[in-house]
């Protein structure tokens, strides 16, 4: 069964660079023909897709954040990461990574982490 | 890029009740459209992939439906565990777009 879990700072502080890792367990990162995406969700409001990288690195990210973002994977360690920089409050959010099998839904999440973008 | 605009944002309606949720593409996207459930603090679940293919294990009372540009998801009879909010996605390629939702709740 695979799992991933995100980590990272719960507080961020305003025009600095948000930074979440997730960690995927029960099967390879490398493996398949998968997408690691990340989404987030502000606060009483919907779903907002921010990107994806294929693990061997191609990415594709949502235009509207595409300035501020770039998401990197580390096979090796079986995670890929999301890097927001110059982040304000509206960036504070609850914060998924899932995976894509591409021609498929979204078929396993994070349980979300909340970042709160604040001085 | 492909929008994604669902109707209405949301809805008040009795238990038993028949309720339907549309979801409409701004662009053709055959049947890559999927719906999610979202409960308050929880993660979204897979209800219905490729527009109409109920998941294991969900209630036979939702149902899915559509191709091209215009998608409905439909709950024959409203249950209480119903409430919640429930999300379109267009799954045929990159940007993943969701809808903006719709809030369920009993009235």
Redesign the interface.
């Known amino acids: 069964q695979v799992q991933l879990q995100e980590s990272g700072p719960g507080l961020v502080k305003p025009s600095q660079t948000l930074s979440l890792t997730c960690t995927v367990s029960g099967g390879s990162i490398s493996s398949g023909n998968y997408y690691w ?1 990340w989404i987030r969700q502000h606060p009483g409001k ?4 921010i990107g ?1 990288i294929s693990y061997s690195g191609s990415t ?1 990210y ?2 509207s954040l595409k300035s501020r973002v770039t998401i990197s994977v580390d096979t090796s360690k079986n995670q890929f990461s999301l890097n927001l920089n110059s982040v304000t409050a509206a960036d504070t959010a609850v914060y ?1 990574c899932a995976r ?1 099998p591409n ?5 396993y ?4 982490t909340l970042v709160t973008v604040s001085s | 890029d492909i929008q994604m605009t669902q109707s209405p944002s949301s809805l008040s309606a009795s238990v038993g009740d028949r309720v339907t949720i549309t979801c409409r593409a701004s662009q053709g996207i055959t049947n890559y459209l999927a719906w999610y459930q979202q409960k308050p603090g929880k993660v979204p679940k897979l209800l219905i992939s490729a527009a109409s293919t109920l998941q294991s294990g969900v209630p036979s009372r939702f149902s899915g439906s559509g191709s091209g540009r215009d998608f409905t998801l439909t709950i024959s009879s409203l249950q209480p565990e119903d409430v919640a909010t429930y999300y379109c996605q267009k799954y045929s390629s990159a940007p993943l777009t969701f809808g903006g939702g719709t809030k369920v709740e009993i009235k």
């Open positions: 995406s919907g779903l907002e897709w994806y594709y949502s235009p998924y894509w021609w498929d839904p979204f078929d999440w994070g349980q979300g």
